[in-house]
């Protein structure tokens, strides 16, 4: 196979089909007709020797050969336009673009109010889609810019990916209004009642512990666990109607249970604050609607010091 008599043209149509799961859809995006687009993926597949896409359905299923393909495209394709988008002055003002930013579920009641209202204010053609975590392929989603930014706890980069520190969030613990511990210990919580009662882990892991069971357990102590959930909403409905605690941080708790009125409660020993880092790719790094992006999240969340490497 000669690389060089390959139009790179055609990657981009391979991505467009593999994003989109056919070809009408890859059309509709690349705003080209659909003989275009199948024409250049015929090209494509001649090219390469392999039919690349199979029909399963209504979807083009990808070969092995497309899927071993996929990262490496991708990953070209975002690091040109990541370049290119350097070179064109950003106005948040009139700039017509959609920024994907990954962030925890619960994460959304607190930030994205405030970011929504002040995009409406400073950029009225900007919107703003937020998706789930995915630590086996944020890396590969930062770099092809499938995600913009990403929002999340400590975690492994590689040399190509850039993290900020936001804050420090204190852990509390929730209990319900009349919780028989809290009339024993006068409204407050010490070691022993909390050890006593019965917890709800919020955790989209199944087995991984949380910090404040990492504390106890160096602590030689353990709390039982009588229930693990994904949802905090759901957990803090629970404890309204139940004697469950559950520990999380405090400025998510602040936001999510005002509808349920449970009491916030002081942790009752000093359990390691819950971190939050905004990561982003290095192509990305001077982009200036990246960075503008940045200064908007950072603004909202309120930063602490920077960790790792540094960036704006």
């Known amino acids: 196979m000669n690389f060089d008599r390959i139009d790179l ?5 391979f991505e467009a089909v593999l994003r989109e799961g056919g070809i009408t859809a890859a059309a509709r995006t690349l705003n080209l007709s659909q003989p275009a687009v199948s024409h250049a993926l015929a090209r494509l597949r001649e090219a390469l020797g392999d039919p690349l896409f199979e029909r399963q359905g209504r979807t083009m299923a990808p070969t092995p050969t497309a899927r071993s393909l996929a990262g490496p495209i991708r990953l070209a394709l975002g ?5 290119l988008r350097t070179l064109d002055r950003f106005d948040p003002a009139t700039a017509q673009r959609r920024f994907t930013v990954a962030m925890r579920p619960q994460l ?5 109010p405030p970011v929504i209202r002040r995009l409406a204010l400073e950029a009225p053609d900007i919107d703003l889609t937020s998706t789930a975590v995915d630590w086996r392929n944020m890396p590969a989603s930062l770099a092809d810019g499938t995600v913009d930014l990403a929002i999340d706890v400590p975690g492994p980069v590689g040399p190509d990916i850039r993290r900020r520190r936001l804050r420090d969030e204190r852990t509390v613990v929730i209990a319900r209004r ?8 006068r409204g407050g919580l010490d070691l022993a009642a909390y050890l006593e009662a019965e917890h709800i882990r919020v955790s989209l892991r199944r087995h991984r512990p949380g910090l404040e069971d990492i504390e106890l357990a160096r602590l030689g102590l353990e709390r039982r666990i009588r229930l693990r959930c994904q949802s905090h909403s ?3 409905r629970i404890v309204s109607q139940t004697d469950l605690l559950l520990t999380m941080a405090e400025p998510y708790a602040r936001i999510l249970n005002e509808p349920f009125g449970n009491r916030i409660l002081k942790a009752p020993i000093p359990f390691p604050p819950m971190d939050s880092y905004l990561y982003w790719h290095a192509g990305a790094e001077q982009d200036p609607a990246n960075r503008w992006l940045r ?4 603004a909202e969340l309120g930063v602490t010091r920077p960790a790792g ?4």
């Open 9 to 13: 043209n055609l990657f981009r149509v």
């Open 79 to 83: 690091g040109l336009e990541n370049s």
């Open 108 to 112: 959304e009641d607190q930030l994205l």
């Open 178 to 185: 009349g919780h028989p511990l809290l009339a024993r210990e």
């Open 234 to 236: 759901a957990a803090l």
């Open 295 to 298: 200064r908007i999240l950072r």
């Open 309 to 312: 490497a540094a960036g704006r």
